[in-house]
């Protein structure tokens, strides 16, 4: 068969290319893009929801680094969450699916069953909440009693010390989401003949074979975990509020997306909390493409 | 025409034999998965234990966590009496939570699949260009985004329709990565040339070729989009009772002080029938496809 027969047969469908990209692209526009872009330009505008937005100009991003009291210890609180949880997430998400991935499909639909089991069941944050109520009706503050630890109970969650802290195991705990489960598909797809090939060729351990064969087989999805992973890293909001509330003792574990809705919602300043929004943004865009050279190095 | 599937010799492995395994080390592994594995498992045993619980035991000081002493079902024969106040019959809300969830991961999966297909493995123009858009979009916190999506809802008319529960589904730009991300590892591009030789076209190509490769990610993002659609509920773009889901009346239930604990945990065992059901099905039949094995046939 010839390369101009080949190149007629590629051209005489394409059409059907723009058929399959259309339905997705026209939604992801309206729904995301636009909005996206109108967000950003909110961020220059001061916007009550009520009167029309005035524009601004770069107000809103002085007000925040210069004017702002809350803004520099929630960004601070933010990085710190993220470097305490992604990258710890990224890693969990990854180890936990290649464990699970050593056995037969019964004990491995077990184990990721039981690891997926805090997104199945919804209530993930509700029980951490009762363990650490801040009453003696606390599982953990009753249990400290009752062995003589402590004599009184104590306010876990108000608590500057240990604010932190929890909301991390909480975090990670419960960041077994998609990245855990399309790392565990990525696994499977790994073509088999090459595992035997490289036990032929030498390799010895499961360690080995990770290095050589299944990090390097897992890249592309490496690099979709690790995404998924910065996202959730740098907008931990919902964890702490439904623990601690807003605002937490003196801000210390607020980040920039429970300040900014705090921002949005309580005091309706939509062109700040857009702006807010805008340097998360940047802030992760750059996290981003730190990770992306990161990744291009594994199995090298 | 013969499946393309057959032609092109892509076998299905069931396990493929591991030959750098030690027994031990395995041991100790699976050990250590079950340990972690319990600890994460507990959330969802506490909710179903609660959920048996007598009122008497709920308030017992110092309070008791995962053990019951007199099971009872009381909590969910009470559950009917408290539906029976609803304004609307709860086979409503049933009916829009099943129709969004199945509709929206339906529509949600196929879309993606379709899109990271074109921008995996042809040559389309600004592919590029539009696949960065949909990475960075992923990191776009959503809440800024509500307000402008309002204005877009009230100018397409679709405030208080199924459209705002399903229109965010389908323009989600992580189902669209992760597909993309799949098809870059594991769809050869050497077996697409295959095909266009043998003269199938892209519709083809897509149906016969992309789709059994990609299974194991079609699986895992349907049990994704389905929690999350399950799990939906609107603020401020429904209005109609009749439009609302199911956690929206659950939720009613729930708050109803201490009292009602025990119903509100039974509430949360039923809604997570269907989840669990539709993990088990997914995940349970995920496959190896070996998608690159089928170059060499």
């Known amino acids: 068969m010839t390369k101009n027969k080949k190149k007629s047969l590629f051209s005489g469908s394409r059409w059907q290319l723009y058929v399959l990209l259309a339905p997705f692209l026209t939604f992801f526009t309206l729904m995301i893009v636009l909005p996206v872009i109108s967000s950003m330009v909110l961020s220059l505008f001061n916007f009550d929801m009520v009167s029309m937005p005035r524009f601004a100009g770069l107000d809103n991003y002085i007000r925040m680094f210069l004017h702002d009291d809350i803004f520099p210890t929630v960004f601070k609180n933010t990085i710190l969450l993220a470097i305490l949880t992604g990258p710890t997430g990224f890693l969990l998400s990854f180890v936990l699916a290649w464990f699970i991935n050593e056995f037969g499909r019964g004990a491995r639909t077990l184990f990721s069953f039981m690891f997926y089991a805090p997104s199945l069941a919804g209530h993930a944050v509700y029980i951490w909440q009762i363990l650490f109520a801040s009453d003696s009706y606390g599982y953990i503050n009753s249990f400290l009693l009752s062995l003589g630890i402590t004599t009184e109970p104590t306010a876990w969650l108000s608590n500057s010390k240990y604010i932190v802290p929890i909301v991390v195991v909480v975090q990670l705990w419960s960041s077994l989401g998609i990245s855990f489960l399309s790392n565990l598909s990525g696994l499977q797809n790994i073509n088999a003949e090459l595992y035997e090939a490289g036990a032929i060729d030498g390799i010895r351990n499961r360690w080995q074979e990770l290095w050589y064969i299944t990090l390097p087989g897992m890249k592309h999805m490496l690099l979709f975990s690790a995404v998924m992973q910065i996202a959730s890293a740098f907008s931990i909001s919902n964890i702490i509020t439904q623990l601690a509330g807003y605002p937490t003792v003196g801000h210390t574990a607020d980040t920039i997306v429970s300040y900014l809705i705090d921002v949005g919602t309580v005091k309706y300043e939509m062109g700040y909390a857009s702006a807010l929004s805008v340097v998360l943004f940047l802030l992760m865009v750059i996290t981003r493409w730190a990770t992306n050279k990161l990744i291009n190095k594994t199995g090298r | ?297």
């Open chain 2, 1 to 297: 025409m013969k499946p393309l599937r057959k032609l092109f010799h892509l076998p299905r492995v069931n396990e493929a034999k591991r030959y750098t395994r030690s027994k031990v080390g395995n041991f100790f592994y699976f050990l250590f998965l079950f340990a972690a594995g319990f600890f994460s498992l507990l959330p969802m045993l506490y909710c179903v234990v609660t959920s048996f619980k007598p009122l008497d035991e709920l308030l017992v000081f110092p309070p008791t966590l995962f053990t019951v002493k007199r099971p009872t079902i009381a909590n969910y024969t009470a559950l009917p009496d408290l539906i029976s106040s609803l304004s609307v019959p709860l086979s409503r809300y049933v009916f829009n939570s099943i129709f969004i969830a199945v509709a929206g991961t339906v529509l949600c999966v196929v879309f993606a699949a379709m899109a990271a297909f074109v921008l995996s493995k042809t040559d389309i123009k600004f592919k590029a260009v539009i696949f960065t858009v949909i990475q960075f979009a992923l990191l776009f916190n959503a809440y800024t985004l509500a307000i402008p999506q309002y204005i877009i809802y009230s100018t397409l008319g679709a405030i208080n329709t199924y459209f705002v529960y399903l229109l965010p589904a389908l323009a989600s730009p992580m189902g669209v990565f992760l597909m993309k991300q799949y098809m870059d590892g594991y769809v050869p591009d050497a077996l697409i040339e295959a095909a266009h030789i043998d003269g199938a076209d892209w519709f083809r190509i897509f149906k016969s070729i992309i789709l059994p490769i990609i299974k194991p990610c079609i699986l895992t993002l349907t049990l994704f989009t389905f929690l999350s659609l399950w799990n939906v509920t609107s603020t401020g773009t429904i209005f109609s009772e009749q439009l609302k889901t199911l956690p929206t009346v659950m939720s009613t239930i729930a708050t109803g002080g201490i009292a009602r604990t025990g119903s509100a945990m039974a509430v949360s065992v039923i809604m997570m029938i269907p989840p669990v059901v539709v993990y088990l099905i997914s995940q349970g039949s995920i496959k190896e496809t070996m998608g690159s094995a089928g170059i060499k046939g």
